[in-house]
């Protein structure tokens, strides 16, 4: 079965926590006060099963309290079971008019929770549609049955008849409403994660290479009016690092560059980055001025990098950079300022690397 997971484990936990928390306070508080209607309309058979329910949620805080998957799982099964069998039993005991029917929609919605619970959410349909085609029928059923028999208790009190029906009503969809809050929250989460993977490198967190062509596309129209420099980024001796210490070490060094140009991109809105490829970066910088105070910034920024060793284990390992920029003077094919950049870091490579070539 192809399945996908809707929330990390901590994420999910915490909802699962606070759900069940909450929906057993919920539910222990309704039962109480059922049990006060009972007793005064002498519903002696619906009373007992009641005081039974009052029991099993008295019992799951033991359960929440200890809460782990084991114990959550046999607590939503408990729940579920408890929850069938008194809507049944209330319809056979009092009838239709009070609204317990009502539940049977937080039932069928309650599938949604399954999904979030089991953090997984199926492409196969069929047990959705069984598990609706069975409320619908449990609904439909104990219709018929209120039809054609009397329930077991006669109330005729109209404002507790209406009261009671309000109720249920109420807490059917507030159970329907959190169903799909849950479920809302765990798909919001998925198109966040969907987002940033589309948009994001996986290693460093910077732009992709797709995202950072669409900037570029965008920045560089032919409309703009704006002064842009590109500048490539490449890791001097990147290879010899790899070969020495391991990969291992070598996504460490390039996580340690990405800390410092997200330092930069928040302390800069003009300044976009993303990981171009390998050891690569392509930054976009929108300046003000003259072309020197560009330069100045990215001779600082080299020698930031330069000065920030990476400690690993006992070692400091020194990380350069070289730098190739150009400036966006003329209307040219994105393409072209880029090999433009890329050629500027190659004459950078070859005459001593750990400098900006412009």
């Not at 039962?31 to 005064?40: A, D, K, M, P, Q």
């Not at 005081?51 to 939503?76: D, E, G, R």
């Not at 539940?103 to 047990?127: E, G, H, P, R, V």
């Not at 900037?215 to 032919?222: A, K, M, P, V, Y």
Request: proline share 1%; hydrophobic share 45%.
């Amino acid at each position: 079965m192809d399945e996908q997971q809707l929330l990390p484990k901590e994420l999910r936990e915490y909802y699962i926590k606070k759900t069940t928390w909450i929906v057993n306070i919920g539910l222990l508080a309704s039962h109480v006060s059922l049990g006060v209607f009972f007793l005064i309309y002498s519903a002696d058979i619906i009373f007992l099963y009641n005081c039974l329910s009052v029991l099993v949620y008295l019992f799951s805080f033991m359960l929440l309290k200890k809460w782990n998957y084991n114990n959550s799982k046999i607590y939503i099964v408990t729940i579920f079971v408890e929850m069938y069998l008194f809507t049944i039993l209330a319809i056979v005991c009092l009838g239709w008019k009070f609204g317990f029917q009502n539940y049977f929609i937080a039932f069928t919605s309650s599938i949604l929770f399954i999904d979030f619970y089991q953090n997984t959410k199926s492409d196969s349909k069929a047990k959705k549609i069984q598990f609706g085609l069975f409320n619908a029928f449990l609904y439909v059923f104990l219709y018929l049955e209120t039809q054609l028999y009397s329930p077991v208790y006669r109330i005729d009190s109209d404002i507790s008849t209406r009261i009671l029906f309000v109720i249920n009503s109420l807490a059917s969809f507030g159970f329907l409403v959190m169903f799909l809050l849950i479920y809302y929250s765990a798909i919001y989460h998925m198109k966040s994660v969907l987002l940033q993977a589309s948009e994001k490198d996986p290693l460093t967190g910077l732009f992709n290479r797709r995202t950072m062509l669409q900037i570029l596309n965008q920045r560089l129209s032919g409309e703009q009016n704006e002064n842009y420099a590109i500048a490539m980024f490449d890791v001097d001796f990147f290879k010899a690092v790899n070969d020495t210490y391991g990969h291992d070490v070598g996504d460490k060094v390039l996580k340690h560059l990405a800390k410092q140009f997200q330092t930069i991109s928040k302390e800069n809105n003009d300044f976009w980055i993303s990981r171009w490829g390998g050891e690569e970066f392509l930054a976009l910088y929108r300046y003000e001025g003259d072309s020197s105070s560009v330069i100045g910034l990215f001779e600082q920024i080299r020698k930031q990098i330069e000065e920030n060793k990476l400690s690993y284990e006992d070692v400091e390992i020194s990380i350069t950079v070289t730098i190739g920029l150009t400036f966006v003077t003329e209307e040219k094919e994105i393409k072209e300022w880029i090999k433009s950049a890329d050629s500027l870091l190659y004459i950078g490579k070859k005459s001593g690397r750990n400098r900006v070539v412009v």
